[in-house]
């Protein structure tokens, strides 16, 4: 017995030794954890339980007859995070580069296959070299069944994609099918195609960092979530969020320790500027209602012009959606559209309420954003929001005209709760288009025409644009003080805490989201 308890430990060992110490140390001079370091930040002590550690490939092309690749390039299994059940893969790319083969695949797919059954988040550990080579397309069919699981399991458990190395060509596609991505700064790089084939195929010059490094995956793409100086910082993080999260679509977020929501917040009444041409910090507003310090902002630098984010309102977690007057007029464009739609959707599928601030002039005029489709993306905002059936609750800070005010959370797209401060101004356009339409002739024709125009808009704004007009036809439920604002939403949330979904009808397998 003794010598095969040996055997077995001398087998564990190896695997465990992964791709030898020269790597490891090459790993780590980079600043990078090793696949099974990473599991240990994620997990909580002594949980991690692995699965599947002696699968090997059974490869024979080019030099894999009998090679030994330790557990095949990728750690996999489950345990807990602040006690609740996660699955988790993390890539070893001090193994082959951690890229992924037949097996590789079969391993992530077998608990992928688990925390769905089991209703437990997923978490994956990107850093890879992507296709095995030697494993062709028994490598492609590989990625093809992990991209059909992350479908599979979308709005049904949370799945986080953690990308702390290279994750090149299709590779990145399973993290875009999940609901976020989170990015190591300096370290992680998510591309198509990396710089050299561009560099052959178009001629542009660029390194790897510039392309697909988290700051231009946060700022220029979109298709970062969240991004980190390090591997520690973001391990943290994701501990913190994994615990805000329901586990399923079935379960509701945990409400913790309530924080009085008769906590106002004085400040909120002093934010809005006298003028309406004048730019403030919606995240201001943001603060005074969510409880302190338990706001998570997500794609921060991307589509500046609109803010979303998680948080919690006297202990209930909830989406937060806004307008950031700040970039853009707090315009809806294309990007802040798909920002605000992903959003509302991700909210809706695990049971967050989601609550929405709004300063918005309307979708942004221009040639570039018709010609991008900014029909085709503003949908998706209307199409999120009508679909949603998490409570819903709105508050108009200041300007909601149009089709924005519609989108953004309106009772006519069913908001539960519509609320306004008194400096809202809600109408089909706004002032300065409204009277060169209207009272063009007026304008024209006046002695001095500039000095009418500004007379008709102020006037407009008064007496056409108040929310108490819209609170007359019942499309606002209350015009509010500002400093009210955190009670009133608790109180909301509270009431709308039972609120049921209505069933999908047999013969609609599934929308048709406007993409
Ligand atoms: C097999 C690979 C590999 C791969 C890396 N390695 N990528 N082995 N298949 N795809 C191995 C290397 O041979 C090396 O082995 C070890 O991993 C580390 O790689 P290095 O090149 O030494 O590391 P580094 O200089 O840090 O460069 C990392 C890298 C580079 C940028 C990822 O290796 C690279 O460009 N790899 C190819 C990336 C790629 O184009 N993949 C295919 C994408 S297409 P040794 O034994 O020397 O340590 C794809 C299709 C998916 O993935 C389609 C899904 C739809």
């Given at each position: 017995m003794r010598?095969e308890?040996e055997?077995?430990?001398?087998?564990l060992?190896?695997?465990?030794?992964?791709?030898?110490?020269?790597?490891?140390?090459?790993?780590?001079?980079?600043?990078?954890?090793?696949?099974?370091?990473?599991?240990?930040?994620?997990?909580?002590?002594g949980t991690?339980?692995?699965?599947?550690?002696?699968?090997?490939?059974r490869?024979?092309?080019?030099?894999?007859?009998?090679?030994?690749?330790?557990?095949?390039?990728?750690?996999?299994?489950?345990?807990?995070v602040?006690?609740k059940?996660?699955?988790?893969?993390?890539?070893?790319?001090?193994?082959?580069?951690?890229?992924?083969?037949?097996?590789?695949?079969?391993?992530?797919?077998?608990?992928?296959?688990?925390a769905?059954?089991?209703?437990?988040?997923?978490?994956?550990?990107?850093?890879?070299?992507?296709a095995?080579?030697?494993?062709?397309?028994?490598?492609?069919n590989?990625?093809?069944?992990?991209?059909?699981?992350n479908?599979?399991?979308?709005?049904v458990?949370?799945q986080?994609?953690?990308?702390?190395?290279?994750?090149?060509?299709?590779a990145?596609?399973?993290?875009?099918?999940t609901?976020?991505?989170?990015?190591?700064e300096?370290t992680?790089?998510?591309?198509?195609?990396?710089?050299?084939?561009?560099?052959?195929?178009?001629?542009?010059d660029?390194?790897a960092?510039?392309?697909?490094?988290?700051?231009?995956?946060?700022?220029?793409?979109?298709?970062?979530?969240?991004?980190?100086p390090?591997?520690?910082?973001?391990?943290?993080e994701?501990?913190?969020l994994?615990?805000?999260?329901p586990?399923?679509?079935?379960?509701?977020?945990?409400?913790?320790?309530a924080?009085?929501?008769?906590?106002?917040?004085?400040?909120?009444?002093?934010?809005?500027?006298?003028?309406?041409?004048?730019?403030?910090?919606?995240?201001?507003?943001?603060?005074?209602?969510?409880?302190?310090?338990s706001?998570?902002?997500?794609?921060?630098?991307?589509?500046?012009?609109?803010?979303?984010?998680?948080?919690?309102?006297?202990?209930?977690v909830?989406?937060?959606?806004?307008?950031?007057?700040?970039?853009?007029?707090?315009?809806?464009?294309?990007?802040s559209s798909?920002?605000?739609?992903?959003?509302v959707?991700?909210?809706?599928?695990?049971n967050?309420?989601?609550?929405?601030?709004?300063?918005?002039?309307?979708?942004?005029p221009?040639?570039?954003?018709?010609?991008?489709?900014?029909?085709?993306?503003?949908a998706?905002?209307?199409?999120?929001?009508?679909?949603?059936?998490?409570?819903?609750?709105s508050?108009?800070?200041?300007?909601?005209?149009?089709?924005?005010?519609?989108?953004?959370?309106?009772?006519?797209?069913g908001?539960?709760?519509?609320l306004?401060?008194?400096?809202?101004e809600?109408?089909?356009m706004?002032?300065?288009?409204?009277?060169?339409?209207?009272?063009?002739?007026e304008?024209?024709?006046a002695?001095d025409?500039?000095?009418?125009?500004?007379?008709?808009?102020?006037?407009?704004?008064?007496?056409?644009?108040n929310?108490?007009?819209?609170?007359?036809?019942?499309?606002?439920?209350?015009?509010?003080?500002?400093?009210?604002?955190?009670?009133?939403?608790a109180?909301?949330?509270?009431?709308?805490s039972?609120?049921?979904?209505?069933?999908?009808?047999?013969?609609?397998?599934?929308?048709?989201?406007?993409?």
């Open positions: 010598g308890h055997d077995l430990l001398r087998r060992n190896r695997i465990k030794a992964g791709g030898g110490e020269e790597r490891i140390a090459r790993q780590h001079e980079r600043g990078k954890y090793t696949a099974r370091e990473r599991l240990e930040l994620l997990f909580d002590e991690f339980v692995e699965m599947g550690a002696f699968v090997q490939h490869s024979s092309q080019f030099d894999m007859a009998g090679r030994e690749v330790p557990a095949d390039g990728v750690v996999t299994g489950h345990g807990e602040n006690g059940t996660v699955y988790a893969f993390s890539q070893d790319f001090t193994t082959m580069g951690g890229s992924l083969g037949e097996m590789h695949a079969q391993k992530i797919c077998r608990i992928m296959d688990q769905l059954q089991n209703g437990s988040p997923f978490v994956g550990i990107n850093d890879s070299g992507g095995r080579i030697q494993e062709g397309v028994d490598a492609l590989g990625y093809g069944e992990i991209f059909r699981r479908t599979m399991a979308s709005g458990i949370p986080l994609s953690v990308i702390a190395g290279p994750c090149a060509g299709g990145s596609y399973s993290p875009a099918l609901d976020m991505i989170l990015m190591v300096d992680a790089r998510m591309f198509i195609t990396g710089p050299a084939v561009i560099n052959s195929v178009t001629g542009e660029i390194d960092n510039q392309l697909g490094g988290a700051h231009a995956h946060a700022a220029k793409s979109g298709v970062a979530h969240l991004t980190y390090d591997e520690d910082s973001l391990f943290a994701l501990r913190w994994l615990g805000l999260l586990s399923n679509s079935s379960e509701l977020p945990a409400v913790t320790e924080v009085p929501p008769e906590v106002n917040a004085p400040q909120l009444a002093a934010i809005v500027p006298q003028s309406p041409r004048k730019g403030y910090d919606m995240q201001r507003v943001i603060n005074g209602v969510v409880d302190e310090q706001f998570l902002p997500i794609q921060p630098s991307f589509a500046s012009n609109a803010i979303i984010g998680l948080g919690r309102i006297a202990g209930r909830v989406g937060i959606l806004a307008n950031q007057p700040r970039f853009l007029a707090g315009c809806l464009d294309i990007d798909d920002k605000i739609a992903r959003h959707r991700f909210c809706d599928a695990f967050i309420p989601v609550v929405t601030f709004v300063d918005t002039p309307g979708y942004l221009g040639v570039d954003q018709e010609h991008g489709g900014i029909i085709r993306h503003g998706k905002v209307l199409y999120a929001y009508s679909e949603a059936q998490v409570p819903k609750i508050v108009v800070v200041r300007k909601a005209y149009g089709g924005a005010y519609l989108a953004m959370c309106s009772r006519s797209l908001a539960d709760v519509a306004a401060w008194p400096t809202a809600i109408a089909v706004g002032p300065e288009g409204a009277c060169n339409i209207v009272f063009r002739r304008i024209n024709s002695e025409p500039e000095q009418k125009r500004q007379e008709k808009i102020s006037d407009y704004r008064e007496r056409f644009a929310p108490y007009i819209a609170a007359s036809r019942g499309y606002i439920d209350a015009v509010i003080q500002p400093q009210q604002t955190r009670c009133r939403v109180e909301a949330l509270k009431a709308l039972g609120k049921r979904r209505s069933r999908m009808p047999d013969d609609k397998p599934h929308g048709n989201f406007p993409v």
